[in-house]
């Protein structure tokens, strides 16, 4: 579940930015608790309190403790937290820089920049938790990317292949947008083949043209990706690892 926190004076526009999160939770089968809070003052109090948040969405012009302050507070407790501010008052921007906000957004709201920006913070906040979640008959499932071996793929049907799970994940994608979403991850993984996307941590070793994985299952690096490839995993592990 993604966790978010509302920090707006004017409760119009906080029960706007509810709605618009509910709405694309709905929309996207995306797990939500959404706490509003009135002040910053307020907001940092459940901080200290142990309260975290995955998205911050915050005004600048608040009365008891402004947007900007309660940011610097934010992160004295939380680096990590994505701040989205929402706000009529552009003339912060230099103040801002210091609490490194994710994305401004202007009021009133442009709903579909507002949706564009959720997306994207929502991403990051998977890639900095470690999971890759897919959608399948209508649910979302979440896997731990430690737990995956590679991913393979036969037209549109992607298959997910796990450590010690017998069972495997099966959802429609593409490949080449599941090896877009994993480059910054914590983990990398090799696109070997047009139809194998596959976990470093799992490969036992490599040749030119193999590659064989903790499982014993040896999968075929296309010759067109061979050089790269080596390349690739050379500057991680070392050529002493790779046979020749």
Do not use: W
């Not at 701040?83 to 401004?104: A, D």
């Not at 393979?152 to 994940?169: A, M, P, T, V, Y």
């Not at 994608?173 to 070997?192: M, Q, S």
């Amino acid at each position: 579940m993604i966790q978010i926190g509302i920090c707006d004076d004017d409760m119009k526009s906080a029960s706007k930015i509810e709605t618009l999160l509910q709405n694309i939770g709905k929309k996207k089968l995306i797990d939500m608790n959404i706490e509003v809070y009135a002040d910053g003052a307020t907001f940092l109090e459940s901080l200290e309190r142990k309260m975290r948040y995955d998205i911050i969405y915050l005004d600048i012009k608040m009365k008891l403790l402004d947007g900007v302050d309660t940011a610097k507070g934010i992160r004295e407790i939380d680096q990590e937290a994505i701040i989205i501010y929402v706000s009529n008052y552009e003339n912060y921007f230099m103040e801002l820089f210091e609490v490194e906000p994710f994305r401004f957004i202007k009021k009133p709201i442009d709903e579909e920049k507002f949706y564009r920006y959720f997306m994207k913070a929502y991403e990051k906040v998977l890639k900095k938790d470690n999971f890759f979640e897919y959608k399948f008959n209508k649910m979302v499932f979440k896997v731990p990317l430690k737990e995956i071996m590679y991913f393979e793929s036969s037209g549109r049907l992607i298959k997910i292949i796990r450590k010690d799970f017998n069972q495997i994940e099966k959802f429609y994608g593409r490949l080449n947008e599941i090896e877009k979403f994993l480059k910054d991850c914590k983990y990398f993984f090799l696109r070997i083949h047009q139809s194998y996307l596959v976990n470093f941590e799992y490969v036992q070793k490599m040749n030119y043209t193999k590659v064989c994985i903790s499982n014993g299952k040896e999968l075929f690096i296309s010759e067109s990706r061979q050089k790269r490839i080596r390349e690739e995993y050379s500057q991680i592990l070392g050529e002493k690892y790779i046979d020749r």
